[in-house]
């Protein structure tokens, strides 16, 4: 079977997803990635925090704009184009993919503006947009709330993202150990779990461990005797260490629209709990895999009053279950493994999809 050069776009110079360095590591067979091979997703606090500033910055100027994601390449050393997130000006063949409707632009003030849909519009029905990559389902629902036409509609496939299927070391674990990763702390939920961690801690003995590059030191200072806190952890520890020696995975993650942290988990076999957000019900199904607690439509993830505490007992409640029932915690651990091995979120899975999605692209 002949090789397919496929390379990889993206409208920032660093891939901000996991996503793509899974691809990258575990391609199809016969696809050969271009682009992205010597970049890697930001894994050092002191430069994420000066990332996140340039990203803020060229966002507040990009909107002035109202330009999508327009991304253009002088090499021309690929079969077909795979867009992050981003809409091609060269007319090569080219597929996008994205993990919700609005982030075809720096911001949704872009993406839902008359300026911004015209112009995304005019792009997915190009000849040569082969296909249209949405990450989940709720993210293709995003795009057909917008884009009226069946023409971009048809375009669609459902691709979900993959991680690999990390070998789950038994767990020698006295007592259980709680678990939250998330670069946003306050975003993704951090303070949610150090509080559920402290209620917790009051009834039960648990061990519990917080990786975040923007935890706040007064964070730190207060609960860094009762939670084991780290700003930066090397990949080799996070994923052979602090991840298999997980029993629960606790993620609100109040601003996703996927969350590669729990797939990650998943793949160790750790059972999630977990908020309603956006595509949450895709990844986690309530009672199968993980706890999916229902939060308040507006919730203020800085400081937590009556409706956040309410959210809070809620998710310790869920934690409580698994604390005490080590046959749920297994049940769910094995639905997680089952999930990655050979399930939707599996490199399997994905790269038949991408094996035939680029073949079919380069024919046309």
Not at 57 to 71: C, F, G, Q
Not at 117 to 145: G, R, Y
Not at 226 to 254: C, S
Request: charged fraction near 25%.
């Amino acid at each position: 079977m002949q090789t397919i050069r496929v390379r990889l776009k993206s409208f920032t110079p660093i891939p901000d997803s996991s996503n793509y360095r899974y691809m990258i590591s575990y391609p199809p067979s016969d696809i050969e990635f271009v682009g992205f091979r010597n970049k890697s997703v930001i894994s050092k606090p002191n430069i994420f925090k000066k990332w996140s500033i340039l990203k803020k910055s060229a966002r507040s100027i990009i909107e002035v704009t109202k330009l999508p994601n327009l991304i253009f390449s002088i090499k021309k050393d690929a079969d077909i184009f795979h867009c992050s997130h981003s809409l091609l000006l060269n007319n090569f063949p080219w597929v996008t993919d994205f993990e919700h409707y609005w982030t075809f632009s720096v911001s949704a003030k872009i993406s839902y503006s008359t300026t911004g849909k015209k112009i995304i519009n005019n792009f997915l029905k190009k000849k040569n947009c082969k296909k249209i990559l949405p990450w989940t389902i709720s993210a293709k629902e995003s795009l057909e709330q917008v884009i009226k036409n069946k023409e971009i509609l048809d375009k669609c496939e459902v691709v979900y993202p993959a991680v690999p299927f990390f070998q789950k070391k038994k767990s020698n674990n006295k007592i259980p150990s709680l678990l939250f990763v998330g670069r946003y702390f306050y975003e993704k939920g951090g303070l949610f779990f150090v509080k559920v961690v402290e209620d917790l801690q009051k009834k039960y003995d648990v061990d519990a461990k917080l990786v975040s590059f923007t935890v706040p030191e007064s964070i730190i200072e207060k609960y860094g005797s009762k939670i084991k806190i780290f700003k930066q952890v090397p990949n080799e520890v996070l994923f052979n260490k602090i991840y298999p020696e997980a029993d629960v995975f606790i993620y609100p993650g109040f601003t996703d629209t996927f969350g590669f942290s729990l797939l990650e988990a998943m793949s160790f076999g750790i059972p999630i709990i977990t908020t309603n957000a956006f595509a949450r019900e895709e990844i986690v199904t309530n009672n199968n895999n993980g706890f999916i607690v229902n939060r308040p439509d507006k919730i203020n993830f800085f400081k937590i009053d009556r409706k956040e505490n309410n959210l809070v007992n809620n998710l310790v409640r869920k934690t409580a279950l698994l604390i005490e029932n080590l046959s749920t915690r297994k049940k769910m651990s094995k639905e997680n493994r089952k999930l990655i091995k050979n399930g939707k979120f599996s490199i399997k899975n994905r790269n038949k999809k991408l094996r035939i999605i680029y073949e079919e692209a380069t024919k046309q």
